[in-house]
């Protein structure tokens, strides 16, 4: 029920209140930036920004592996988490000390690739660059390898290699 | 162009602004509950559009957090409304950009219709801080109102760029997608202990289903995006719109987004009030249920509401006359009501089934035609 003042007020001007000239010109540049923001999404990984809702129903199961300095194999991270030592100090290392996203977080289980593979694919490359410049110096890790199983929309089953190497 | 320019009623945006200020609190809520759950996103992994420089510190953005949230609150009560839901809104676009790991089309949306609702002349109505006299009187409540524009022309996009980008992704319009979505909604309810019939599981599972319930939503998403701007066709839009979001709640985790489109659908209703009239003889107990029920479950506003005087009496207990000036009574009165009642709008084309071919149309001498034809 509307219930309306019985005495007029003088309606307080917001200086949100914008003049007809301005008005028209809000409403253009809005249009125009929404566009520009909509239409440059489809070149970005993740497609952020672009109201691409439900755009794949895309799986990934991440294997995280070390690269380390005495030895050529690369280690395999068990449960996300190893232990690293430097000057005879060790150290426990957890990828979700670092990785919070719960996409990213998710370790050798197949995962929902929200947003879409190539995205994940895109967050996750930066996620390893991003750990491996965190760890400090000193220590036998000297790079990440994610070993990525994908899974487009249910079919293409395919093998993904990211790696990030200490620089 | 008389939409550049055009002054309407008010009072429907101030509904809006004191709404989206309710999401936009539960949506600061949630990220609140997120920073206290896995901590300041700036010492973690994140990814930010704006250079680092400009990422804030813990402590600026639980500060900033805060400032959302008040301003979030002031778009409820109405106080500085509009400069609290633009501060809310902008701050929540900002903390966006800082982190596109935190990014959620959802979210995205609500931020945008906060910021556009800002730009309206809400603060006209839903004044709660005044109390009793928190609606202005019709003179001040008339404004332009081109900012409501934009708040269509944000749902049509986003329409637009949902259906767009599922119409050109062959595994969308083959149902290979939905067929994946509707297994993971199975999978998800078998894992919380519900067990859904056979029957159900097959249907949902056949990609014949999966297929058609593709082609369906695209093109829903893409029809709306111009149905929703024609008053012949805008009425039936909306509930479509309605019923696909209904869906999507309850099929998908999509957080407040079908709630932000109900909102915003409100963008899509005839801004003027009570141009329809519920004439009750509340001598009967038929008449005096539906006044209550109208009384209690009009918030758009849509009716007058107004006793038969007994001379009048006799063409029926309860009388709808629609902005056009045609009656409607008997059979005819369920669907008529529901077709302007929020509360009743899903069920509107059921109880529509229920008018009789030929129902008995006066057409009044009085009433004025609107814009939209609805709502």
Same mark, same amino acid.
């Given at each position: 029920?509307?219930?309306?003042?019985?005495?007029?007020?003088?309606?307080?001007?917001?200086?949100?209140?914008?003049?007809?000239?301005?008005?028209?010109?809000?409403?253009?540049?809005?249009?125009?930036?929404?566009?520009?923001?909509?239409?440059?999404?489809?070149?970005?990984?993740?497609?952020?920004?672009?109201?691409?809702?439900?755009?794949?129903?895309?799986?990934?199961?991440?294997?995280?592996?070390?690269?380390?300095?005495?030895?050529?194999?690369?280690?395999?991270?068990?449960?996300?988490?190893?232990?690293?030592?430097?000057?005879?100090?060790?150290?426990?290392?957890?990828?979700?000390?670092?990785?919070?996203?719960?996409?990213?977080?998710?370790?050798?289980?197949?995962?929902?690739?929200?947003?879409?593979?190539?995205?994940?694919?895109?967050?996750?490359?930066?996620?390893?660059?991003?750990?491996?410049?965190?760890?400090?110096?000193?220590?036998?890790?000297?790079?990440?390898?994610?070993?990525?199983?994908?899974?487009?929309?249910?079919?293409?089953?395919?093998?993904?290699?990211?790696?990030?190497?200490?620089? | 162009?008389?939409?550049?320019?055009?002054?309407?009623?008010?009072?429907?945006?101030?509904?809006?602004?004191?709404?989206?200020?309710?999401?936009?609190?539960?949506?600061?809520?949630?990220?609140?509950?997120?920073?206290?759950?896995?901590?300041?996103?700036?010492?973690?992994?994140?990814?930010?559009?704006?250079?680092?420089?400009?990422?804030? *510190?813990?402590? =600026?953005?639980? %500060?900033?957090?805060?400032?959302?949230?008040?301003?979030? $609150?002031?778009? &409820? +009560?109405?106080?500085?409304?509009?400069?609290?839901?633009?501060?809310?809104?902008?701050?929540?676009?900002?903390?966006?950009?800082?982190?596109?790991?935190?990014?959620?089309?959802?979210?995205?949306?609500?931020?945008?219709?906060?910021?556009?609702?800002?730009?309206?002349?809400?603060?006209?109505?839903?004044?709660?801080?005044?109390?009793?006299?928190?609606?202005?009187?019709?003179?001040?409540?008339?404004?332009?109102?081109?900012?409501?524009?934009?708040?269509?022309?944000?749902?049509?996009?986003?329409?637009?760029?949902?259906?767009?980008?599922?119409?050109?992704?062959?595994?969308?319009?083959?149902?290979?997608?939905?067929?994946?979505?509707?297994?993971?909604?199975?999978?998800?309810?078998?894992?919380?202990?519900?067990?859904?019939?056979?029957?159900?599981?097959?249907?949902?599972? *056949?990609?014949? =289903?999966?297929? %058609?319930?593709?082609?369906?939503?695209?093109?829903?998403? $893409?029809?709306? &995006? +111009?149905?929703?701007?024609?008053?012949?066709?805008?009425v039936a839009a909306l509930w479509a719109g309605a019923m696909f979001h209904v869906f999507i709640q309850a099929s998908a985790r999509v957080e407040l987004f079908s709630f932000l489109m109900g909102v915003a659908y409100v963008a899509f209703v005839t801004p003027e009030l009570r141009e329809r009239t519920l004439l009750v003889d509340v001598r009967t107990r038929a008449g005096r249920v539906t006044k209550a029920l109208v009384r209690s479950l009009d918030w758009l506003a849509r009716f007058r509401i107004e006793e038969l005087a007994p001379e009048g009496v006799g063409g029926g207990a309860v009388t709808v006359v629609e902005r056009g000036g045609a009656r409607r009574s008997g059979r005819a009165v369920p669907a008529a009501l529901a077709r302007a009642l929020p509360a009743g709008f899903l069920v509107w084309p059921v109880l529509a089934l229920f008018v009789p071919r030929r129902p008995a149309v006066v057409p009044a001498t009085t009433?004025?035609?609107?814009?939209?034809?609805?709502?």
């Amino acid at each position: 029920m509307t219930k309306e003042s019985a005495t007029a007020p003088s309606v307080r001007r917001s200086w949100l209140e914008l003049g007809p000239r301005a008005r028209v010109a809000f409403a253009a540049l809005y249009v125009g930036v929404m566009l520009c923001v909509v239409v440059s999404a489809q070149f970005r990984p993740d497609r952020v920004f672009g109201f691409q809702m439900f755009n794949e129903s895309s799986t990934m199961n991440i294997h995280l592996f070390r690269r380390v300095r005495s030895t050529k194999r690369l280690v395999p991270i068990v449960n996300g988490e190893f232990l690293d030592a430097t000057h005879g100090a060790p150290r426990l290392f957890r990828w979700t000390e670092r990785v919070h996203d719960p996409t990213l977080g998710k370790l050798d289980q197949p995962t929902h690739a929200k947003y879409g593979l190539e995205g994940q694919l895109f967050r996750l490359g930066l996620a390893l660059d991003d750990f491996v410049a965190w760890m400090p110096n000193g220590f036998d890790t000297v790079g990440l390898v994610a070993v990525v199983e994908t899974l487009k929309n249910g079919r293409n089953p395919s093998v993904v290699r990211l790696q990030s190497v200490r620089r | 162009m008389k939409w550049l320019d055009e002054e309407r009623d008010a009072y429907l945006l101030g509904l809006m602004r004191c709404l989206l200020g309710v999401l936009l609190c539960i949506q600061t809520w949630d990220r609140v509950d997120e920073l206290l759950t896995w901590g300041y996103f700036g010492s973690v992994f994140h990814l930010p559009l704006v250079p680092e420089a400009l990422v804030p *510190s813990e402590l =600026v953005y639980r %500060l900033l957090l805060g400032l959302e949230g008040v301003g979030a $609150l002031l778009g &409820v +009560v109405g106080w500085y409304g509009r400069e609290g839901l633009f501060a809310g809104s902008s701050i929540g676009i900002y903390l966006m950009l800082c982190d596109r790991l935190q990014f959620h089309n959802n979210r995205f949306a609500l931020l945008l219709c906060g910021f556009l609702c800002a730009f309206c002349p809400s603060d006209r109505s839903f004044l709660l801080y005044r109390g009793k006299r928190r609606t202005l009187p019709l003179a001040a409540r008339i404004a332009p109102t081109l900012p409501r524009r934009l708040i269509q022309f944000q749902v049509s996009l986003l329409y637009l760029s949902s259906g767009g980008g599922k119409a050109l992704d062959p595994d969308w319009r083959s149902g290979q997608t939905m067929l994946l979505r509707f297994q993971a909604g199975i999978d998800e309810a078998v894992q919380a202990g519900m067990r859904p019939p056979h029957w159900f599981v097959d249907f949902l599972t *056949s990609p014949f =289903v999966a297929s %058609l319930g593709s082609k369906a939503a695209i093109s829903l998403e $893409l029809g709306l &995006v +111009v149905a929703l701007w024609f008053a012949r066709t805008r009425v039936a839009a909306l509930w479509a719109g309605a019923m696909f979001h209904v869906f999507i709640q309850a099929s998908a985790r999509v957080e407040l987004f079908s709630f932000l489109m109900g909102v915003a659908y409100v963008a899509f209703v005839t801004p003027e009030l009570r141009e329809r009239t519920l004439l009750v003889d509340v001598r009967t107990r038929a008449g005096r249920v539906t006044k209550a029920l109208v009384r209690s479950l009009d918030w758009l506003a849509r009716f007058r509401i107004e006793e038969l005087a007994p001379e009048g009496v006799g063409g029926g207990a309860v009388t709808v006359v629609e902005r056009g000036g045609a009656r409607r009574s008997g059979r005819a009165v369920p669907a008529a009501l529901a077709r302007a009642l929020p509360a009743g709008f899903l069920v509107w084309p059921v109880l529509a089934l229920f008018v009789p071919r030929r129902p008995a149309v006066v057409p009044a001498t009085t009433g004025a035609g609107s814009e939209a034809g609805h709502g």
